[in-house]
C-alpha cells in the first residue's frame, strides 16, 4: 500500500554533497523500517543504507562515513546525506519502505518507485 516518490538527484561535481528526499504514502510510517539502494547501469541494484523504526541505522561499507540515513516521521519522509560524492556513486537512488531490518540487515519489499538519477562527475 505504501507508495514512494525519490526526488533530489541531479548533477553534481565529485567532492559535492547532495541530499536525497523519499516521500512515503500510507499509514504507519513511523513504525516501518526503510531503505535506500542503487543501480548502475549493468550492474545489480545495490543496499546503500537503511534505518529501523527505532533508528538503528546500517551502512555500506562503501558510503559508511560519507552518507546519513535519517527521517522525519512528521513529513512521512526519509533522507539520505550524500557527502564527498565520487563517480563510483553514479547511479539511480532507490527508497524502499516497509521491508525487514533484523540482525543488522534490512529486506526490502519488492514494490519499487521511480529512482532519482545521481550522477557525480569527475
Known amino acids: 500500500q505504501v507508495q514512494v516518490v525519490e526526488s533530489g538527484g541531479g548533477l553534481v561535481q565529485a567532492g559535492g554533497p547532495l541530499r536525497l528526499s523519499c516521500a512515503a504514502s500510507g499509514n504507519g510510517f513511523s513504525h516501518k523500517a526503510m531503505g535506500w539502494f542503487r543501480q548502475a547501469p549493468g550492474k545489480q541494484r545495490e543496499s546503500v543504507a537503511a534505518i529501523h523504526s527505532g533508528g538503528t541505522t546500517k551502512y555500506a561499507d562503501s558510503v559508511k562515513g560519507r552518507f546519513t540515513i535519517s527521517r522525519d516521521n512528521a513529513k512521512n519522509t526519509v533522507y539520505l546525506q550524500m557527502n564527498n560524492l565520487t563517480p563510483e556513486d553514479t547511479a539511480v537512488y532507490y527508497c524502499?519502505?516497509?521491508?525487514?531490518?533484523?540482525?543488522?540487515?534490512?529486506?526490502?519489499?519488492?514494490?519499487w518507485g521511480q529512482g532519482t538519477q545521481v550522477t557525480v562527475s569527475s
Open positions: 524502499n519502505v516497509g521491508g525487514v531490518f533484523n540482525s543488522g540487515r534490512y529486506y526490502p519489499v519488492p514494490r
